[in-house]
């Protein structure tokens, strides 16, 4: 039972990431009828949105600290950071939470990059045939991956969490368990509540406002909508915006989880498509409810269990592409998918 | 015994009775038209004809053999084939390509590999679709791209593509739909011709009286999802509840 | 017209024997006739002309044909480890399992369309790939990639010389034999394993001309360009497209087996999405659909890889010393990104100006140029234009 659990727990965060990969994906397919494959590209940035704000709180000057000398006998050099001269206490916080005012920092530059992406590319793919929209985000993806690994290297680049959400939590005792039998580390915890809050305000935008309901007509039909005289195309483009914000924010969150590298992009997306495959292409419920689903499932085949029970072969690399093999081959619109979707 | 034959087809789409009980027989050689006003269900039992829709409760018997759950390539090997009211064809092929097509699912059936015979030694296919080109008008465009071709000449590749394969029924979508009066006329002419000359059944759905009346040898009228008269077109004409149906004389 | 076609195919088959056979001499010149390039040139273009049948063709956007190669790659390999260093064996079984992969991936993937497909095959690349690199570690080697080794049993070979890793041959010959010719100042290098990719390339391209030119060819087509209609026409479509994936996924197979037969190993990395998708942009950018566009794009991007991977600051700076020296500087520093380890980025670049401005590739574009000059300069040249590499079908 707790070993159950534990592996459930395990898969949350995986599955949260892909839930709000899938839903940004979903958004954009949703109204606008394109694949974006450069949407992987997306989390990427918004992780590195993190690196880039942690690397500026931690800009540092060196002055040398004649009471101290290194292991060479020469005076040490001690590099402050810049924000720590100027604000003391708060400046140290600064770069503590970073990854906290990442999240600041990144809604207005993926607002930015999803607006030009889409007002300087995308705009002119409506109307070309779907192979070239494919063709064209797959080269923008891979231009910005090569972007990022020009500017940051082809490493990982490690970004911790906040000290105070370092450390595990015990949920066993939380739930009657015996101690230390489900111990689950905390900034896992903080992503999976943090996905909660994003999906739920997602879903209540497009429920309760004015701009929601319109999207969620121009979904359904696009013509009629437009035919209404309402401007749809500025409304999605808004909502190309809102989309790069909650996988970009996805992607800085998801930082202390997974260090950022230049190809965490591609990797996350080909495995979010087909989360919304299974979830069923246009579903925003169903890419949530795949997203999670997969990765709780991946998690439970990453069990020793499981590996002894397949002769020691792990599965947990391709058991989300089985399970999309398997309810292709038994519900070909997916979980939750409506007829009539991109089926020209 | 007709050769198409239609017993008791009802199709509900939500709250919405598209398709009331429908029956329909249809004599082989003839020509049987169907009207009615917008909305009456017309397409949508066309639709239930070539394997796009399946009727909720019913039967479809075509040559004696049910044509329910077949696949759309199914029903037309089975000798169906259907001229849509917005022409589809191969946009991207020419003309006489357009036709040959249908002839080689004609001769090889639903599949056949033949990487390694050649186009140009097809001289029969081609011979009969380049008749069949003739016959319909367009001898003089067999290496015109499809897509550059007007909307009447497009129904025209169309029928020709249906034709080359022989069918035994053939089913019409409004055949005249957005052409001027000499077009149509030359489509009734065509059509008229081809029913003396070939042993085809046409099923058409009309909205152009003057088409209907021009080439029906019997008449089924539909309205709400349901068959109200069959008859001769004779006696369609003054048939009260034609009226009633089109001109709403009394209230439902 | 349809004798027209018959002399155009004529025309376009002495093209390609005629450029594969001389290559050595035509790509000396352009510093590019050296065995190991125009090996490569040689099986991307089998490569290629294998995709085009699929993408020309049907439209499908497959994006997990590099799954195929490495999986003919594997094939390859684990033929010279057990039986022989021939590689006609090699090869054949390259195409039989790759061509089994295809109908596998191929009969899931197909039952969708459009975007669907490009998705699925995207996910069966990517999971081929992680079966490679990690789960499949007994048969592929992961990350270390499959090498021949030693102690391999070889059991129809004869023992080799211990100490020493057999070559790939083909009855006496071997894969890196070479002569070199001197030839007005330029050497000319004559290798047997580039003659064996490029005989094969013209077989092959034969064979793509012959499914161009068939009824099979002419249903494939009519798939792309409307498959509703041809449902309707009595034509089970499935069966069509499935065949014509399973013929470009062993195209791919024995490009990955020949890639082996060229150096005895093979490494997840060759499955990878960037693998899949620099096959898409070969086909492209030399124009989908067309016979020669193929081949064309695979040699243009082997080509530019070749110079761009190769070339380092000293190199660029060289062509900016007679700036003044800060303008050097910055242009080096401009150009840095795109050269070298950089090439990717170039790729990608190259990737998006051709869809975005040139979707036909460069067939179409060459037959625009033709057409603007035969406009411009009278109509002479309009009937020439017919003899061109023009025929899109």
Known sequence: MEAVLLQFMNGLDKGSAYALIALGLTLIFGTLGVVNFAHGALFMIGAFCAIVLNRIFSFSFETIDPTRTDFLGNPMKVSTPYVEKWFGTFGTSLIEYSVLWSIIFAIPVMIAVGIAMERGLIKYFYKRPHADQILVTFGLAIVLQEIIKQIFGANPIPNPAPSSFVGSVDVGVWLGMAEFTVVYPMWRLVYFVFALIVVGGVFAFLRYTTFGMVVRAGMADRETVGLLGIDIDKRFTAMFGLAAVITGVAGVMYTPILSPNYHMGMDFLVLCFVVVVVGGMGSLAGAVAAGFLLGIMQSFAAMSEVKDFLLGFSIDQVIIYLVAVVILLTRPRGLMGRKGMMEE | ?252 | MLNNIRNNDTVLMSLIVVMVLAAPLLLAPLGAGYPDLMQRFAIFGIFAVGFNILFGLTGYLSFGHAAFLGVGSYSAVWMFKLLSMNIIPAIILAVIISGLFALIIGYVSLRRSGIYFSILTLAFAQMSFNLAYSVLTPITAGETGLQLALDDPRILDAPYEAGQLPTPGLFGLYMNDTWTVNFIGMELQFNVGYYVCGLLLIALFYVALRIFRSPFGMMLRAIKTNQTRLNYTGVNTRPYTLAAFVISGMYAGLAGGLMASMDPLAGAERMQWTASGEVVLMVILGGAGTLLGPVLGAGVIKYFENIFSRMNDQVVESWFLWMPEGLTEFMVAIVHPFVGKGWHLSLGLIFMAVVIFLPGGLIEGANRIIGWIGRRFGSKKTDKSGEAPAPAE
């Open chain 2, 1 to 252: 015994m007709g050769i198409l034959e239609v017993q008791n087809v009802n199709k509900r789409f939500g709250g919405l009775q598209a398709l009331d009980d429908v029956n329909l027989n249809v004599q082989e050689n003839t020509v049987h038209a169907i009207i009615g006003p917008n909305g009456a269900g017309k397409s949508t039992l066309l639709n239930c004809f070539i394997g796009k829709l399946i009727p909720d409760t019913g039967t479809v018997m075509f040559d004696g053999k049910s044509l329910l759950g077949l696949k759309p390539h199914q029903i037309n090997q089975a000798g169906v084939s259907r001229v849509f009211q917005t022409p589809e064809i191969f946009t991207d092929l020419s003309v006489i390509e357009n036709t040959m097509i249908p002839a080689f699912a004609r001769r090889d059936g639903a599949f056949k590999l033949h990487p390694f015979e050649r186009i140009s030694d097809e001289k029969d296919i081609r011979a009969r679709a380049e008749e069949m080109l003739v016959n319909v008008g367009l001898g003089e465009k067999l290496d015109t791209v499809a897509s550059a071709m007007s909307r009447g000449d497009k129904r025209r590749l169309e029928m020709a593509m249906c034709l080359v394969q022989q069918p035994k029924l053939l089913l019409l979508d409004e055949p005249t739909a957005g052409m001027a009066r000499a077009d149509t006329n030359n489509m009734i002419d065509l059509l008229k011709r081809l029913a003396s000359e070939m042993d085809i059944t046409f099923v058409v759905i009309e909205h152009d009286m003057h088409v209907v009346f021009s080439l029906a040898d019997r008449i089924s009228v539909l309205a709400q999802g349901h068959v109200i008269v069959e008859d001769e077109p004779g006696n369609i004409k003054g048939h009260p509840k034609v009226q009633e149906a089109y001109l709403g004389t009394t209230a439902h």
